[in-house]
């Protein structure tokens, strides 16, 4: 029997993380205008708290469409990194927990609900530090609009002064953005929220898991996922993992904008203690009705677009080696 092994599991892997790049890209387009609006609740005080309907006709007449879709383009390179550094660092536990489960003989080369979590921690935590920057800027961008006019507010003259001012500016790009932290609060901000986003990883820990364990209970009954199935697994798993950790999430948001508003940085602890004192418990989950709604409409289209951009490679590599048998 040769020894020789395919090149197939290293192929495999970067199929699977561009498949989830290109999915996370297009998911991400379509519910982009409930992330402005997530972003923005949780970082406004309590007394500019407006109800969700509102907070769209505000945006829409202060800025117009666009509004809804600032920092987008922030956001795109930052879901495209995510998700292709996830997927890959993901694969490649899932590949060296299968070939142990097929050393030792288990019978399941499945991942089990362990496994699953391992997976999920080395590849979220390797994705949080090299995309904490990324998301970094884009909040700032997101909200960017927003800062500008609470730190105009004052009389109703100085308010439409300030809006005229704010109107004439031309929006700052992402690399306009980019520079102008470095060059006002160093490095070291790109890195803030960093702590609170590691915590995080417990989110697509708990979103995995389950998605593995619902997609292999399925495989058990009825043999293959289809993209269908996918996108319903994806939004179960997201609504449960979203739900337990949104005080964190509002707290990372807070904490990337903290050096914009000139607010004195802190702790994610101290973060935690300063909503609750000033809003009650409430406030740790400001914004959660877009953002749940965006985070499980985004993972359900992401697994749907991922197996069906997977499948598509598949199917392109199967015919790329067809013809180099040939040629």
Request: charged share 15%; net charge positive; hydrophobic share 40%.
């Amino acid at each position: 029997m040769s020894h020789s092994k395919p090149v197939l599991p290293q192929n495999d892997n970067v199929a699977h993380a561009l498949a989830g790049a290109g999915g996370g890209i297009l998911s991400m387009v379509l519910t982009y205008p409930l992330i402005t609006l997530s972003t923005r609740a949780q970082v406004e005080s309590k007394r500019a708290h407006t109800a969700f309907i509102t907070a769209v006709q505000q945006i829409v007449a202060r800025e117009g469409l666009s509004g809804l879709y600032a920092g987008l383009n922030s956001a795109l390179v930052g879901i495209s990194v995510t998700n292709f550094v996830y997927y890959y660092w993901y694969e490649w536990t899932r590949a060296f927990f299968e070939a142990a489960a097929e050393r030792t003989g288990r019978a399941s080369k499945k991942l089990t609900t362990v496994e699953s979590m391992i997976a999920g921690a080395l590849a979220g935590s390797a994705t949080v530090i090299l995309t904490n920057p990324i998301w970094v800027v884009n909040t700032r961008m997101t909200t960017r609009k927003q800062q500008q006019q609470q730190q105009s507010s004052g009389s109703d003259e100085e308010q439409g002064l300030g809006t005229a001012k704010s109107g004439a500016r031309k929006p700052p790009t992402t690399i306009g953005t980019l520079l102008s932290l470095l060059r006002n609060e160093g490095p070291r901000a790109l890195f803030s929220g960093v702590v609170p986003a590691l915590v995080l990883v417990i989110n697509p820990i708990l979103q995995y898991t389950l998605f593995e364990q619902l997609k292999n209970a399925v495989e058990r009954r009825r043999g293959r996922v289809t993209p269908t199935v996918a996108f319903f697994l994806g939004a179960i798993g997201k609504l449960f993992a979203t739900t337990i950790t949104y005080p964190y999430i509002t707290v990372k948001s807070q904490m990337h904008v903290a050096g914009a508003a000139g607010e004195k940085k802190e702790g994610v602890f101290d973060a935690i203690r300063r909503v609750v004192r000033e809003e009650g418990y409430a406030g740790l989950y400001k914004g959660i009705g877009p953002k749940v709604t965006q985070s499980v409409l985004t993972a359900a289209f992401l697994f749907a677009f991922k197996d069906i951009l997977y499948e598509q490679s598949v199917r392109l590599r199967s015919t790329v080696a067809r013809k180099s048998i040939h040629a």
